[in-house]
């Protein structure tokens, strides 16, 4: 089989993900150079070892490039640290105001509490930026390559961690309103419940998308090995646990030459795994990969790989 479904004008966003090594980005990479072909896309990497660059063969980085020797093909490697340094040169008086209307902290205690890292921001600030390319319009797909399963996992719960935040933040504010309330008589909503009130708007942007089957594909990759089955069925379950659930699933590194006792002894041995693919993954469509004679990289061999991921369904030869 194949992927499929990948061409319907409704389906924006195309995310990868699974264990380590499996071959995720030459996957998400080269499904962003097919759909190129018939679609101005965009792929992202939320990867912080970002091997998108090294799989082209050019180096890509935090701004959106031109892949070369494409026509539709844009990439961009998002660092979370610049990220959210933008957010808070963006949004740095409303975050100051929050703090000094909600806490006893002076300025310098303020300034300094801003500088810090916050722990799970790499991620909600991925996602962000995500969305914020997604509700610019200027691409018809988005494919997202991630960091091994953990990290995918994470990225995938930002919505729930930031709704938490925005929750505390809320509150804090509560206090603040009862008291102006209290002596004044009336509150009136300043830059902060904006502010709040836009993050929170954002959070659903982000479940809703991600929820939306039309809309979202997320698509793990696995191999034929005891570890990635299992860490992949777990990866499936936890997926649902967000109301997301995977339609297809690629087997990357198939072995199917016997040409040398090494091959024929490596395809005996995957075969116990691909029955038990079958069986654990079987309401899945599951798209088979061969494995490679050399490492995947470059234009060249991602057609080569792009081949055997669509066979050309999607006319894009």
Not at 115 to 128: A, C, N, R, V
Not at 289 to 304: D, Y
Request: proline letters at 2%; aromatic letters at 8%; hydrophobic letters at 40%.
């Amino acid at each position: 089989m194949t992927l499929s479904g990948l061409e319907n004008s409704d389906l924006k966003l195309i995310i990868f993900g699974g264990k380590g090594g499996v071959g995720k980005t030459s996957c998400a990479v080269a499904t962003a150079l097919a759909l190129s072909e018939s679609f101005k896309t965009l792929l992202i990497s939320t990867d912080p070892a970002h091997s998108v660059s090294d799989c082209l063969g050019q180096q890509i980085g935090y701004h959106v490039v031109k892949v070369d020797g494409t026509t539709s093909l844009s990439a961009i490697e998002i660092i979370a640290e610049e990220a959210l340094s933008a957010f808070k040169v963006a949004h740095q008086s409303e975050l100051e105001k929050l703090l000094a209307t909600s806490t006893n902290l002076d300025n310098a205690d303020i300034n300094e509490l801003l500088s810090l890292s916050i722990p799970g921001i790499d991620e909600i600030m991925s996602f962000k930026a995500i969305i914020d390319f997604i509700e610019e319009g200027q691409y018809e797909k988005y494919v997202v390559d991630t960091a091994p399963t953990g990290h995918a996992l994470r990225l995938i719960s930002s919505p729930r961690m930031l709704d938490a935040w925005i929750k505390v933040a809320a509150k804090m504010r509560w206090k603040y309103r009862y008291l102006i309330t209290s002596f004044a008589g009336s509150y009136k909503q300043d830059e902060v419940d904006t502010f709040l009130l836009s993050l929170k708007k954002t959070v659903k942007r982000i479940e809703n998308l991600l929820q939306d089957k039309a809309k979202c594909n997320f698509i793990p990759v696995c191999i034929p090995e005891a570890m990635a089955i299992s860490e992949t069925t777990r990866l499936l379950a936890d997926l649902e646990d967000f109301n997301i659930k995977a339609r297809q699933i690629i087997i990357n590194h198939v072995m199917v030459s016997e040409d040398c006792s090494f091959c024929m002894r490596r395809k005996a041995g995957q075969a116990k795994y691909l029955q038990q693919i079958n069986e654990i993954f079987s309401e899945l469509n599951t798209v088979e990969i061969p494995e490679f004679a050399e490492e995947i990289q470059g234009l060249e061999s991602l057609k080569e790989l792009k081949y055997f991921l669509f066979e050309n369904q999607l006319n894009l030869e």
